[in-house]
T-cell receptor, first 112, second 114 residues
Framework: EDQVTQSPEALRLQEGESSSLNCSYT??????LFWYRQDPGKGPEFLFT???AGEEKEKERLKATLTKKESFLHITAPKPEDSATYLC?????????????FGKGTTLSVSS | NAGVTQTPKFQVLKTGQSMTLQCAQD?????MYWYRQDPGMGLRLIYY???????DKGEVPNGYNVSRLNKREFSLRLESAAPSQTSVYFC?????????????FGEGSRLTVL
């Protein structure tokens, strides 16, 4: 069964304290892995797409990496405005069709 | 440039009532989606439309119907609302005619069924 698991469920950091969020997946026919940010009361906002193992993408304090079984979202020197829920989604294509499978998210809180 | 616009933002229904959630996008995207988001469940696909004139069921389609009115608009209808349909509903769109991964989401419609 296709599965996307994010850990931890919640993460509290002090401003400037770097850390990583994990997204592990078991799917057949991986086409891409996507990271989203969701602020309270808002819709998810697209951040990154990763297509192959070894690929990395960066945006400000965020860097996403991909291996064959998992992806990491590294947050360097976070600020309070980085507080949000981060969602991982895996796109897969197999005989059952194409689907985008979301994880349940990691809620990040950064305090000053 | 508004992106994806959903209406209404909030709605309270009684069990058995019907309603339609409206969604419009101004990005000239081909594909549109309806998701629901529940605590501890993550985002689950209800229906999607890969192009104008086509619709397909997603993971949780029971109790819902959709209409792709034109390229811009994709509506979600609850014919007889049930408390289990209390949720936050998100409309999304993507470019291309297949099932995309880079989705643009609306701000959500919060539905409570009593």
């Amino acid at each position: 069964e296709d599965q996307v698991t994010q850990s931890p469920e919640a993460l509290r950091l002090q401003e400037g304290e770097s850390s990583s969020l994990n997204c592990s997946y078991t799917v057949s026919g991986l086409r891409g892995l996507f990271w989203y940010r969701q602020d309270p009361g808002k819709g998810p906002e697209f951040l990154f797409t990763l297509y192959s193992a070894g690929e990395e993408k960066e945006k400000e304090r965020l860097k996403a990496t991909l291996t064959k079984k998992e992806s990491f979202l590294h947050i360097t020197a976070p600020k309070p405005e980085d507080s949000a829920t981060y969602l991982c989604a895996v796109q897969r294509t197999n005989q059952a069709g194409t689907a985008l499978i979301f994880g349940k998210g990691t809620t990040l809180s950064v305090s000053s | 440039n508004a992106g994806v616009t959903q209406t209404p933002k909030f709605q309270v229904l009684k069990t058995g009532q019907s309603m339609t959630l409206q969604c419009a996008q101004d990005m000239n995207h081909n594909s549109m989606y309806w998701y629901r988001q529940d605590p501890g469940m993550g985002l689950r696909l209800i229906y999607y439309s890969a192009s104008e004139g086509t619709t397909d069921k997603g993971e949780v389609p029971n109790g819902y119907n959709v209409s792709r009115l034109n390229k811009r608009e994709f509506s979600l209808r609850l014919e007889s609302a049930a408390p289990s349909q209390t949720s936050v509903y998100f409309c999304a769109s993507s470019s291309g005619t297949g099932f995309g991964g880079e989705l643009f989401f609306g701000e959500g419609s919060r539905l409570t069924v009593l």
